[in-house]
DNA sequence: GACAGCATGTTACTGTATAACATCACATTG
DNA sequence: CAATGTGATGTTATACAGTAACATGCTGTC
């Protein structure tokens, strides 16, 4: 799927749910998509601002917020960045995975996984909710 | 086992480690006991400066990234925060569970229940470090 | 055209974290 | 004992992250 198909795709997806993509809000899935793996909110803003000028954090942080609310880009708290989820019809719980050294990410579903931990919580009273967790290692490439 | 006997553990571990829990770090180990559950950094910083007059940021993350090194408290990264690790003696795979709604936190072993995400990550090329995860949902109060 | 409701712009601020450099304390050793 | 090295701490300044609060603009509906 290029950049264009999915931007297509996240706008009948917004639809759907009763919401728009607005241009802005469009301008700044754009931005994200340009990069690989994550990025973060300044880093958008910077762009942001070099296509159109000014540019305040409120504007990027209520477009990354709705954009995570839609399923479109997955926040991944312990990098205070974002990523672009690429399966955001299907319902999914997923785990993104995070080189130690090289800092690539990807994201892999883990429904069924999640699980045994599901059993742990519970056991100890806690009830889940839907996650998607970050865990850190070695990739493929690094792992040597 | 009580803040003293903990303190005292903590510092045996560290010279085990064949580092120093220095007065300093103790100081501000024993600022994070007093709270329950999740302490913030500045809240720290705060509490050292009443203690001592004059303390600056730096201070405080390099006591606390020490005693995170140490295994002695645990980051809750979603959080910005920190948590005591209350058995930093074994060597332990942690779910960190935090309510939603009254934001309470506690910490369950995971060791086995991990092995689920392991393959799923091998599936993918990918070879998880040691994690403490952080996991959101409800607890048992505020289940209903 | 008036209004409601949402999206965006703007200003200012709070909170989180670190770089870079200065100084101190203490152990080692020549 | 003085010289030196090392790790801990102090200090200043700044970068990075996120939000509150209010102003303005846009669009659809009655």
């Given amino acids: ?9 996240a706008e009948l997806h917004c639809e ?6 607005t241009a802005l809000r469009k301008q700044v899935l754009e931005l994200v998509l340009r ?5 973060k909110a300044y880093q ?3 762009d942001l601002q070099k296509e159109r000028g000014a540019a305040a954090p409120p504007t ?3 477009a990354l917020d709705f954009l ?7 926040r991944v708290d312990a990098l205070n960045g974002f990523i672009v989820c ?4 299907c319902q999914h719980e997923s785990m993104i995975l995070v080189c130690e050294t090289c800092g690539k990410v990807q994201e892999v579903d883990v429904m069924a996984a999640l699980n045994g931990l599901r059993d742990v919580a519970q056991a100890a009273d806690f009830t889940l909710s839907h996650q998607n967790l ?4 070695l990739c493929k490439v690094c792992r040597v």
Same sequence: chains 1, 2.
Avoid: P
């Fill in 60 to 62: 990027v942080y209520r």
């Fill in 86 to 89: 690429d399966h955001f019809e």
């Fill in 68 to 74: 995570v609310e839609q399923g479109l880009l997955h």
């Fill in 35 to 39: 990069h690989e793996g994550v990025v």
């Fill in 134 to 137: 970050m865990l850190t290692g």
């Fill in 1 to 9: 799927m290029n950049s264009n198909q999915y931007l297509q795709a």
């Fill in 16 to 21: 759907q749910r009763g919401c728009k993509l």
């Fill in 44 to 46: 958008v803003l910077a």
